[in-house]
């Protein structure tokens, strides 16, 4: 059984609005429905899905990871930095051709920069996830699932 709670248009508000000031974004309209699970991550579906007669349909689980909501702040998925990424100012550390081969085998980055908790990765014009900033490193968050085996 899926427990996922639709954001109302004052939550997902909230939300979108945590987004733009976290990451520095100015403009930002997701024309998505957003759920949130008991573990508050955030999935994010098409408003079509509504259209959809599922009274008769097992679903196993519903829309993209989008992210997870902490105390400290908005941590992006993969795909969420992606979506979030091209439009972020702020808290967007970009690697070079050698830290991203590092990143997606799981370690993580040592950096001069300062940023606030959560930061986006970024190498060229791809997004490679979310890292959590401390001590002048950026902790990589890659599920194990995710990463590159060497």
Do not use: C
Request: hydrophobic share 40%; aromatic share 8%.
């Amino acid at each position: 059984m899926i427990n996922l709670k639709i954001l109302n248009s004052k939550e997902k508000k909230k939300l979108l609005d945590n987004i733009k000031e976290q990451y520095g974004v100015k403009k930002l309209d997701l024309d998505y429905v957003f759920l949130r699970n008991n573990d508050n991550k955030i999935f994010i579906l098409s408003n079509d899905f509504a259209k959809l007669d599922t009274k008769d349909i097992r679903i196993n689980s519903l829309g993209l990871y989008f992210a997870k909501i902490h105390p400290s702040g908005i941590r992006l998925s993969i795909e969420g930095t992606q979506i979030i990424g091209p439009l972020a100012k702020s808290n967007v550390l970009m690697l070079n051709d050698d830290e991203i081969k590092l990143w997606v085998r799981g370690n993580d980055i040592a950096t001069d920069k300062k940023f606030s908790i959560y930061v986006i990765i970024r190498h060229n014009n791809d997004y490679f996830g979310s890292g959590i900033y401390k001590d002048g490193k950026v902790r990589n968050m890659i599920s194990k699932d995710r990463l590159i085996k060497k």
